[in-house]
């Protein structure tokens, strides 16, 4: 890089006429006005975009730490731990949360400690993406979701405020039982503010024993319920008959677990939401489904429904909308919209005018395969959007199996047999394929877009398969059941029949788990949850003691559950089986991670890249494949884009034009997270959260914070 380059003019001009030299001074001492990254993903709009321009891509290669925090709580032993933070910071304090689930806050331009909460209230564990900012220019305040618990903390000094809910929170669960239902909530996705309204989704179980998935809004002040919005409608609400009768009592879920966004100036709040309960069998709950698998547009005030478009009609695939909305504006024809957009794990972008709720572009309605399930009933069609161009691939048979596999005859004659070939097969009792994969395609992470509306999607396309088969039957006139059986029941849809789990981590296997963990340890884990596994408070606990001594090697019984009253169903699944050939690689021919840049004015693909690498495999000549990924980019007006995200630990920042890697490094752990780009001081910062811990990386507890020198 030329020094000249990184010069201001009044300063070339300077040592032209005087003969000064400076060899230290560069664009990084001009100042630069102090920018903060107000809310989960950079702003109300969702769109992971900074407008600083100091670091840029001429010096963006001199990027070096600056500061790091150990936020502590990270189990760096059995590396069970992730951050999947998003920090904010607000007038030079920047607020996260650690890999101990604890809410903090830091000088943004040290990484100094200001206060940390040491919370230890009895209630389900979670990963946290972050906290929401609040303040009405007299008072600050963060609201944490802690497991099922809302607190509102002074800003100042983490202290929860005693007139908010009951002393400092308000308990999620409440309003959202139903009969039959199981205990489980949790706040992992930051809140949304709207004046004094404060607007929030859960997590719930996805079980057919799971919660209510309605949104509720509170007062930012009081914690006293403002609004519902019921999304298993009552009857005489919209889309009742959408459902079969009463589903709103013998069904959960239909949650917006990924977070929202918001027009502020219209005072609508897009609410994007997930499938209803059990995720792979909705026998009991015919039709179409609204408002499950939603974009939802509503008054942010009062919570009335403006419109509505369902992305997938009766899902039995578990195809949530997985991020949030994003709203730009983009130009067509010379005129300018206002729109939002949604990204999906099939690959495909939803976009609507912001107001109307009417397609920017066509979406189709198509016909897919019924199900062969008695009992079942597919929707006959899916809405597929014509533009913007697909950002994954959409379909998986023998001729798309990686020639470099190392079992590739065995896979396709796997293949051969199974049910594959194209989206929304629905689940049968052979091997069902899903591709991409039952988590995407995109994630959790979402879009990030800039000013241009240029939008920039990470993603993967790792095979899944699953299949459908009875549910144990052990209650119906029988005195005893097995810990075998109750594994079957409980635990074998995601940890496997054969107790190994997946192959690469997401979900742990157990076949060891007894020593591993002690008894105590392993019910504090089915008591609270733990990452994304749901507490288990449902199983009395008999039964949970059955089900530690059928993993220990013991066949012990306990007395039947006649008297249960949770929500069942007649089926369960196999697992969420990525499909790797016997060297651990995914069995399809790369890429497995992608990150890929669309012209939203157009819809058209402008570049795809693979988004991180297998060393390994780098150095025997193979092209980078792309990894696993979850978190997602942000994306500067200095030409940037940073993401971490990939399996490989490494932080990247890409040309966002071009897709071209432009400067790296290697993290503590893997970057399971979104960065954070602000300016303190004159200087403009990148934080990212390191927390590891899933696809059997190491955990971590450091957040780094990245600028020139």
């Given at each position: ?541 008999a039964d949970k003691q059955a089900i530690i001594d059928f993993l220990a090697g013991k066949n012990t019984s306990t007395q039947a559950n006649t008297a249960s009253k949770l929500s069942k169903v007649p089926y369960t699944h196999t697992g969420y089986n990525r499909w790797y050939d016997t060297d651990g690689y995914p069995v399809s021919t790369p890429p497995w991670g992608t990150l890929t840049a669309i012209d939203m004015n157009t819809g058209k693909r402008q570049w795809q890249v693979p988004l991180g690498e297998y060393p390994e495999l780098t150095a025997r000549g193979i092209a980078p494949t792309g990894t696993d990924n979850y978190g997602s980019a ?76």
């Open positions: 890089m030329k020094p000249d380059q990184q010069l201001p003019f009044s300063f070339k001009l300077l040592t032209a006429v005087v003969g000064i030299t400076c060899i230290t001074l560069s664009a990084t001492n001009t100042n630069v006005p102090d920018t903060d990254w107000t809310e989960y993903n950079g702003g109300a709009d969702k769109n992971h975009f900074s407008p600083l321009t100091q670091i840029n891509t001429a010096n963006v290669a001199g990027l070096k730490p600056v500061w790091q925090y150990a936020s502590g709580g990270a189990d760096t032993v059995k590396n069970t731990t992730q951050m999947q933070c998003n920090p904010i910071i607000i007038n030079g304090v920047l607020y996260g949360v650690s890999a101990g689930s604890q809410a903090f806050a830091l000088e943004a331009a040290t990484g100094k400690e200001i206060w940390k909460t040491r919370l230890n209230d009895d209630t389900f564990n979670m990963t946290s993406r972050g906290v929401t900012y609040w303040t009405d220019g007299k008072e600050a305040r963060i609201f944490f979701a802690y497991g099922a618990l809302m607190y509102a903390l002074n800003a100042k000094d983490g202290q929860p405020i005693t007139s908010f809910g009951t002393n400092g929170k308000i308990n999620l669960k409440d309003g959202i039982t139903r009969p039959g239902a199981d205990e489980y909530v949790v706040g992992n996705t930051p809140a949304t503010v709207y004046k004094n309204v404060l607007i929030v989704g859960t997590r719930v179980s996805e079980s057919a024993s799971a919660l209510l998935g309605d949104i509720r809004a509170y007062d930012v002040k009081t914690g006293k319920k403002i609004w519902t919005f019921h999304t298993i409608p009552r009857p005489g609400e919209y889309g009742y008959n959408t459902w079969e009768k009463q589903n709103y009592q013998n069904t959960g879920g239909a949650n917006s677990w990924m977070g929202m966004a918001i027009d502020r100036q219209r005072g609508i709040v897009y609410v994007p939401t997930g499938s209803a309960a059990f995720d792979f069998y909705g026998g009991n709950r015919k039709g179409d489904n609204l408002f499950a698998n939603c974009l939802l547009a509503l008054d942010a005030a009062t919570g009335k429904r403006l419109w509505h478009f369902q992305t997938v009609h009766h899902d039995i695939w578990d195809r949530d909308i997985p991020a949030p909305p994003n709203l730009f504006t983009i130009t067509q024809n010379g005129k300018k919209t206002d729109v939002v957009s949604l990204v999906s794990k099939q690959g495909f972008t939803f976009v609507f005018n912001r107001v109307t709720g009417k397609p920017v572009f066509p979406i189709e309605e198509r016909p897919f395969p019924a199900s062969e399930i008695p009992g079942e009933k597919a929707a006959p069609t899916q809405p597929i959007p014509v533009l913007p161009e697909p950002f994954t691939r959409q379909s998986f048979t023998v001729n798309d199996v990686n020639p470099l596999a190392s079992n590739k005859e065995e896979i396709r004659e796997i293949l051969k047999k199974s049910n594959t070939g194209r989206p929304f097969i629905p689940l049968g009792r052979e091997r069902t394929l899903f591709f991409p994969g039952s988590d995407g395609g995109a994630q959790w992470g979402g879009a990030a877009v800039d000013e241009n509306s240029i939008m920039y999607v990470p993603a993967k396309e790792n095979p899944v398969f699953s299949s459908l088969i009875d549910a144990p039957d052990y209650a119906a006139g029988k005195a005893s059941v097995t810990g075998k059986q109750l594994y079957q029941t409980y635990c074998a849809s995601c940890h496997g029949a054969d107790r190994e789990g997946n192959h690469d981590g997401t979900i742990p296997g157990l076949l060891n788990i007894t020593t591993k963990y002690n008894q105590a340890a392993i019910l504090q884990i089915m008591a609270k949850g733990r990452g994304m596994m749901p507490a288990l408070t449902h199983i009395k606990a942000a994306v500067t007006a200095g030409g940037l884009l940073f993401i971490a995200a990939a399996k490989d630990e490494q932080f990247r920042a890409f040309d966002r034009k071009t897709g071209k890697i432009l400067w790296q490094f290697k993290l503590p752990a893997a970057g399971y997270a979104s960065p954070s780009v602000y300016a303190v001081n004159g200087k403009q910062y990148v934080v990212i959260a390191c927390g590891g811990g899933k696809l059997k990386s190491k955990s971590s507890d450091k957040y780094i914070a990245f600028a020139l020198p």
